[in-house]
């Protein structure tokens, strides 16, 4: 594509933007020929006219500029690895730990119904509108990190659609990176999974409806050890009101943890909740996403590798006995 297809009067801003987003060769000699073709068109119509000629010669005097940014663009990025297209890790590291209870600064959806689909499942939600009866979300994992146990569940269950959902900013892009990088890699694969920077323990119900969720998974939550941030623990009797909100009757919570107390608090908490009962040992190991608690993520991994211990509770959302027969 050369640059003297183009006419005199497109826009500032369009020509800008193609100049940025060419990646084609662009011969800088007509570029040069074009320019000075502005500077000498006669004025014979309008002021119009002039203006436009000096648009263009402003244009031009950027495309020294232009033509670095593009080659710096042709580079490969230096996050992205070559081989796999996906992004490499060490450039998206954070913090281990967030404040949950500190006030963040992303967008959230009023209600579920303003939650756009298109933007995390372009390929099966091409509009911004979403019909009622069309599908939902039905896993969450609430802490996602960086993603294993999305990528593996969205194979697992490819007509299922999961979201993941994570407070810190560069983990969420990482993840982002990452689905798309897997999506181009492998099309038609991967379309049902996404992430979302949010913070779970305040803004649940603004993005899942009532028994809208079918499985939800917490994988080595933050522990917070000291007694006076227990209450920024994800797991707690006050959450899990809101969790048995968005799981349907016949639902279930996975959570995991390497610290034995965390696992005792988890366990203690769903426990003596009115609306959840463990699973049996039969259904445990009938149940291939047990199997993938300790296995897919970074954290489970770490743990396998150090030879240490990983304490599991799984709960299944019921209805409780006062409510049975109303």
Request: hydrophobic share 35%.
């Amino acid at each position: 594509m050369w640059i003297s297809i183009i006419k005199y009067s497109t826009p500032h801003v369009q020509m800008v933007k193609w100049l940025l987003e060419s990646t084609e060769e662009i011969r800088w000699s007509d570029v040069k020929l074009e320019k000075n073709k502005a500077k000498q068109t006669p004025l014979k119509h309008s002021a119009a006219l002039h203006e436009e000629a000096k648009d263009f010669c402003f244009l031009a005097s950027l495309i020294p500029s232009l033509q670095r940014e593009i080659m710096l663009q042709n580079k490969a990025n230096p996050t992205i690895n070559k081989s796999t297209g996906l992004p490499r890790k060490r450039f998206y590291r954070a913090r281990a730990h967030s404040n949950p209870l500190s006030d963040s600064h992303f967008p959230v959806p009023l209600s579920p119904s303003h939650v756009d689909y298109s933007l995390h499942y372009p390929q099966l939600f091409p509009s911004s509108d979403r019909s009622d009866g069309s599908k939902k979300i039905e896993f969450a994992d609430i802490g996602c990190g960086f993603g294993g146990l999305l990528i593996s569940l969205s194979t697992l269950f490819p007509e299922t659609l999961m979201i993941g959902m994570e407070l810190r900013d560069k983990v969420t892009e990482y993840v982002k990176e990452r689905i798309l990088g897997l999506r181009v890699a492998n099309p038609g694969q991967y379309q049902n999974v996404s992430v979302v920077r949010t913070n779970s323990m305040k803004y649940i119900p603004n993005y899942f409806e009532k028994g809208q969720l079918s499985k939800m998974f917490f994988l080595f939550p933050d522990p917070h050890f000291k007694e006076k941030n227990h209450r920024r623990r994800v797991i707690s009797p006050h959450l899990l009101d809101e969790y048995a909100y968005v799981l349907k009757v016949g639902g279930i919570i996975y959570t995991i943890t390497d610290v034995e107390e965390l696992g005792e608090w988890m366990k203690s908490c769903l426990q003596n909740h009115l609306m959840f009962e463990p699973l049996s040992e039969t259904e445990l190991d009938a149940d291939p996403v047990v199997k993938l608690l300790s296995t897919a993520t970074e954290e489970g991994q770490k743990v396998a590798r150090n030879g240490g211990q990983t304490f599991q509770a799984v709960y299944r959302r019921i209805k409780p006995a006062s409510q049975e027969n109303s």
